[in-house]
């Protein structure tokens, strides 16, 4: 079955440090990947997609994100952390027999201490 | 700026009395998405508009209908809210439908159900 995995429920990081939010998949085809952002009581922000070329996808905010079809992985990353940057995060995939429905990883707190 | 608009953002209801939710776009997208997101638990897609074509998900509630009267405008109705009804309500628009189509989301509508 097609699914999505966030690993880590909660991710802390301190301030000015790198942080990195994972997940992997599991697809019987080419993937489309996604990274959303939820601030509290609030929709969900696009980040950044990979749907093909470069490995190593730039997106909003100063975050980046690296797919890895080897190790069906797309972690989201950001070499200095701010404290404004603590959200929920959303990983979600769509593949090529599914033109509009993404599946969503469970999400990821990260909570950045000052 | 082009947006997708939810309106109200807070809505308190009675039990069992009916609402509806309202979204509207600037983006001019195809599409439109509604989905239902409890305690910061990923979104469960409940139907989605492709111009004037309904795609119900197979285990959205028949409690839960939509109208799209055109491009711009959608509308969530819940029939007969029940108290497992209460949560964040988000609408989203992509612009095809195409698998490497980004979604973008509303800032949702937090319904409670008294």
């Known amino acids: 079955a097609q699914s999505v995995a966030q690993p880590e429920d909660q991710v802390n990081v301190a301030e000015g440090n790198p942080l990195t939010v994972k997940c992997t998949y599991s697809?019987?085809?080419?993937?489309?990947l996604f990274w959303y952002v939820q601030y509290p009581n609030r929709g969900l922000q696009f980040l950044l997609k990979?749907?093909?070329?470069d490995n190593l996808v730039k997106g909003s905010y100063g975050f980046e994100a690296e797919f890895n079809k080897s190790q069906t992985s797309f972690h989201l990353k950001k070499p200095s952390a701010l404290v404004s940057d603590s959200a929920l995060y959303f990983c979600a995939v769509r593949f090529m027999d599914s033109n509009y429905q993404l599946i969503w990883g469970a999400g990821t707190k990260l909570i950045i201490k000052p | 700026d082009a947006m997708v608009i939810q309106n109200p953002r807070y809505q308190v209801t009675q039990f069992g009395k009916p609402v509806t939710l309202s979204c509207s776009q600037t983006l001019n997208h195809n599409v439109m998405y509604w989905y239902q997101q409890k305690s910061s638990q990923a979104p469960k897609l409940l139907f989605h508009?492709?111009?004037?074509?309904?795609?119900n998900e197979a285990d959205t509630p028949d409690n839960f209908q939509s109208r799209r009267p055109n491009t711009s405008f959608c509308f969530l109705d819940i029939r007969s809210p029940g108290l497992g009804d209460a949560a964040m309500y988000l609408c989203?628009?992509?612009?095809?439908?195409?698998?490497?189509?980004?979604?973008?989301f509303g800032p949702g509508t937090r319904l409670t159900v008294l």
């Open positions: 989203a628009t992509s612009s095809g439908g195409g698998t490497t189509d980004t979604q973008y």
């Open positions: 508009y492709y111009d004037k074509d309904f795609n």
């Open positions: 697809v019987s085809g080419n993937p489309y």
């Open positions: 990979y749907i093909t070329g």
